[in-house]
């Protein structure tokens, strides 16, 4: 098993312009999670989903669409990238909710640099 | 998130010292607490978690204690190594019963050889 996958490792984007993160996993998880982390801050949720065709907002949504058309992948878009959207992004993945299986399981990250 | 708080937030111990985290949560209702490592440009990884209905959880040299009462628990190593080396992390459910993990700012070990 791969776990969870997450391209590209590095990109970056002029302000204004858009991109998509990828995230697969083969663990057959229901739930998967974007975060993305700063120096200092921790790591905040942007989106996740609880299911196939489900997505809803965590504490950092702004800028950011996401989409759970296939099980197994989790997208993550910037339509107009902006400076404050430079981080590291983290995509990670629980086999249901987090309370009852327990941990969750992270991608190696994508650090996006937006100047 | 501010519904999950994490002290110290760096620390810094010689090795073979013990070292202790604190996590303090508000949701009340919380009943699965776990600790990420995060070593310098990897990922997070849980190394250990611990449900309400135990007070204490030990793997080798790593330990978790809970304080439902209070709503804390704590992360401890002992006998520590630079290996252990890294940022650490907790978390917690969002306030409200979302059931939906916010992490703690980390806290920073550093285990001078």
């Known amino acids: 098993n791969a776990g969870v996958t997450q391209t590209p490792k590095f990109r970056v984007l002029k302000t204004g312009q858009s991109m998509t993160l990828l995230c697969a996993q083969d663990?057959?998880?229901?739930?998967m999670y974007w975060y993305r982390q700063d120096p200092g801050m921790g790591l905040r949720l942007i989106h996740y989903?609880?299911?196939?065709?489900?997505?809803a907002k965590g504490e950092v949504p702004d800028g950011y669409n996401v989409s759970r058309l296939k099980k197994q992948n989790f997208l993550l878009g910037l339509e107009s990238a902006a400076p404050s959207q430079t981080s590291v992004y983290f995509c990670a993945s629980s086999l249901t909710g987090w309370t009852v299986s327990g941990a969750l399981h992270f991608g190696n990250g994508t650090r996006l640099t937006v100047t | 998130g501010e519904n999950v708080e994490q002290h110290p937030s760096t620390l810094s111990v010689q090795e073979g010292d013990s070292a202790v985290i604190k996590c303090t949560y508000s949701?009340?209702?919380?009943?699965?607490f776990p600790w990420y490592k995060q070593e310098l440009g990897k990922r997070p990884q849980l190394i250990i978690d611990?449900?309400?209905?135990?007070g204490e959880k030990k793997d080798q040299r790593i330990a978790v204690t809970l304080n439902k009462t209070a709503k804390h628990f704590s992360l401890h190593i002992t006998e520590t190594q630079p290996e252990d080396s890294a940022v650490y992390f907790c978390?917690?459910?969002?306030?409200?019963?979302?059931?939906?993990?916010?992490f703690g700012r980390g806290t920073s070990l550093i285990v001078h050889p």
């Open positions: 989903s609880v299911g196939e065709g489900t997505t």
């Open positions: 663990m057959n998880h229901e739930y």
């Open positions: 978390a917690a459910p969002e306030a409200g019963g979302s059931y939906i993990p916010t």
């Open positions: 611990i449900r309400s209905n135990v």
């Open positions: 949701d009340s209702a919380s009943n699965y």
